[in-house]
């Protein structure tokens, strides 16, 4: 059986991912989560949490406070605004500096340690916007690992031509339990959702695309 690490925040996509790599690709997966002192950092780790269990998935989660520490993100330094709806969806407002290059080496290393195959990425179409969510930036770093690891460890993306409601139809037929994500920018102890940040605005929108209720909660506005 082929071995999988999927870089897992929690979220919507994310979790498609680790259930294509188990579930559809029949590889034993293991998902690998990463607090940065992001906002969401809480209730992600919750999600993950609850994914793991349901999916009967290995976890490992991995600190990397000092990124979060290193600021120069609405996601990490709550001295800057963080921007809501469009903005947030159409722009690399909330970037996070060099996230996914850090986030991807270090699954590289336990890939090339435990002799891994794969590393699974939930990027898809709809996030284009972002340099490293691109096929191009995926296939430029799947070269390095040609040379950066011992063992040959490939990249995968099943998600990289899916808009999220076509993502959201291909999870709903393996089973990935979407009332367990956390696809929001802030935490929230009673696990209720903003629905103003970028990415409850996008999880909304396919929901509604697909014609499909969603299984989470929002905050309800007075």
Request: charged content about 25%; overall charge positive; hydrophobic content about 35%.
């Amino acid at each position: 059986m082929k071995k999988a690490i999927v870089v897992c925040s929690g979220g919507l996509d994310s979790t498609t991912a680790a259930y294509c790599a188990k579930f559809r690709d029949g590889c034993d997966t293991t998902l690998i989560h990463f607090n940065y002192r992001h906002l969401a950092e809480e209730s992600e780790s919750k999600a993950v949490k609850r994914i793991a269990r349901h999916g009967k998935f290995k976890l490992i989660e991995q600190d990397l406070d000092w990124l979060g520490n290193l600021g120069d993100s609405p996601l990490t330094d709550k001295k800057i605004k963080l921007p809501l709806g469009d903005i947030a969806q159409n722009t690399i407002a909330c970037w996070v500096p060099a996230r996914n290059l850090v986030m991807y080496s270090i699954a590289a290393a336990y890939a090339d340690a435990w002799k891994i195959d794969y590393i699974y990425a939930g990027v898809n179409k709809q996030e284009s916007v972002y340099p490293d969510h691109s096929v191009e930036y995926h296939k430029a770093f799947e070269n390095v690992l040609k040379g950066g690891c011992r063992y040959k460890v490939k990249l995968r993306m099943p998600l990289i031509h899916l808009m999220k409601p076509q993502e959201l139809k291909l999870g709903l037929k393996l089973g990935v339990p979407y009332q367990h994500t956390w696809s929001c920018d802030y935490s929230n102890d009673k696990d209720l959702r903003c629905g103003k940040c970028g990415c409850c605005c996008t999880t909304r929108a396919a929901w509604e695309k697909i014609g499909k209720p969603f299984p989470g909660k929002w905050i309800k506005e007075k």
